[in-house]
């Protein structure tokens, strides 16, 4: 599989400013086509937040998630959700993050698609 590096939060830009910013000056310029607001309050990220994720960069600026590599034929089983517990077969990615498990369910293989964060190897 070859790697490849995505902006965790695509079109996203962080600013700190004081509350008393001028906001319109924000949304006049070139590249800003909105700001994200829940109701009439500007959307807040914590300080905190900010500094958790740059600690867990490594010294290119990636953060690496951990994720296991599994191949066509692999036992997994469903780490979380509501089927956390039930063992199946790795059949194939399906697409970015997303993966497609085969189960045996009364007798049947039935296909099913989850995020690839939901599976983990069988033991």
Known sequence: YLLSVEPMFPRYLFIQASAKAKWNAVRSTIGVSHLVCFGP?????SGEF??????QEDDDGVYRFKT??????????????????????????????RVLILLNIAGKIAPVELAEGLIANAV
């Open 41 to 45: 309050s500007l959307g807040r990220v």
């Open 50 to 55: 900010v500094r958790t994720l740059r600690q």
């Open 68 to 97: 296991e590599t599994f191949k066509a034929g692999d036992r997994v089983r469903i780490a979380e959700g509501v089927m956390a517990g039930i063992e199946g077969v790795f059949h194939e990615r399906s697409s970015q993050k």
